[in-house]
């Protein structure tokens, strides 16, 4: 559902329409990491890829998809505000993959 202003610049989202872009999200717990240090992150990218790094330790999880410590893969659209090019709402949410029980 979309907001009625922008929550950023107050633009009247209904006066003008956002626009969409999509991205998509991994939920990671790098099983690499030690474990002090080891957490739940959320990856964010522009595109859908094939692997990803530990932003951390640098670990490679490949593929992204199914890696055992790849938790949840989400696709994102959002919505882009057109007064001030910030994204102010989440159109739809589209989930791959989710192994974390809901936590994420
Ligand atoms: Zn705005
Ligand atoms: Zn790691």
Redesign the pocket.
Known sequence: MAAELCQYCGADLDETPPGREQGWLYGVE????PPGR?RSQVLARRERVAALS??????LLSPAEEHPDVLVVKEMIYEVCAACGARCGVASVRRLRDLSNGTM
């Open positions: 790098c099983s690499a990491c080891r530990c932003p951390d330790c640098g670990a």
